[in-house]
């Protein structure tokens, strides 16, 4: 029994006189999972292209800044004047300054209707049986009635979906679109449908691309106007400020001149006071 707990004694003490073997490669190390931040796309801006005004007249319109949509506005209501009238000296007077209708003046011009019920005459005599004009439109009920022969009679000349309401002349800008869009089919279709002389669709355009550029000119313009007043007073700030400048130094000059005869004098003050 003794012997066997020697050898067990011994055998542990050897055990424990073995050393623990040294790892002869680096552990593993750990992974490190990069982490990648995707960069938030941007979106290219994709430069829609000019439309055709006789494919899209109001894709076209609506890509124009507004002086050429204003002088559109009063190259179609000069057009459906001349179309009415013939003798200039009787035409209405048009609403706007220099060629140029907003669209409110565009659809307020329009609003009593005289005008587009006379235009239905024209083109598709007897079309409208009663035009009321003059006094006669101080009724509301007179402008409602050649509002609406109008619209009448151009569903028998154009798609429906074509051509506007009666109530869009009373919306104001918000119905000038689609009044916009009847009266340019009638226009550029008036020889076809109607052997009238139709609206110069390439003038349009033209004049369209010549009240833009008198826009740019203008506007230079007037930035000049307005900075040439602040650049004319800042010089003549200046010119005070380096006259004023000059005064302080001719003065500073004076009392430092007035300081050395005091100087130059102080000393023999009292000589003289003495001897007096």
């Known amino acids: 029994m003794s012997e066997e707990k020697v ?5 542990v003490e050897k055990i424990e006189e073995v050393a623990p073997a040294v790892p002869t490669t680096a552990p593993p190390a750990e992974e490190v999972t990069e982490v990648k931040v995707e960069e938030p796309k941007v979106e290219e801006k994709v430069e829609e292209p000019p439309a055709d005004i006789r ?14 949509v204003h002088k559109v506005n009063y190259l179609i209501l000069d057009y459906i004047q001349t179309i009415v009238e013939e003798d200039p000296e009787k035409r209405a007077a048009l609403p706007g300054k220099n060629e140029a209708v907003t669209k409110n003046q565009f659809i307020n011009h329009l609003k009593d209707g005289e005008l587009l019920a006379k235009l239905a005459n024209v083109f598709t005599p007897g079309a409208v049986e009663k035009v009321h004009e ?17 619209v009448n009679w151009a569903k028998t000349r154009l798609p429906e979906d074509q051509v506007f309401a009666a ?9 000038y679109q689609a009044v916009f869009s ?4 009638l226009a550029t279709q008036a020889t076809e449908k109607f052997s009238k002389d139709s609206i110069d669709t390439d003038a349009v355009v033209e004049a369209a691309g010549q009240a833009v550029k008198t826009s740019i000119i203008d506007t230079i313009l007037n930035f000049f106007k307005r900075a040439r007043p602040q650049t004319s007073q800042s010089a003549k ?31 023999t003050s009292p000589a003289v006071v003495a001897a007096n």
């Open 167 to 175: 109530e869009d002349l009373e919306k104001g800008k918000p119905g």
């Open 134 to 150: 003059g006094e006669e439109l101080k009724v509301k009920e007179n402008q409602k009635a050649n509002r609406e022969a109008f």
């Open 182 to 185: 009847t009266l340019w089919q």
């Open 55 to 68: 494919e899209e007249p109001l894709k076209w319109l609506g890509q124009q800044i507004p002086p050429a």
């Open 7 to 11: 050898v067990v004694v011994e055998q």
């Open 237 to 267: 700030q200046a010119a005070m400020e380096a006259e004023e400048k000059e005064r302080a130094e001719k003065a500073e000059k004076v009392v430092e001149e007035e300081a050395v005869k005091v100087e130059v004098v102080a000393p």
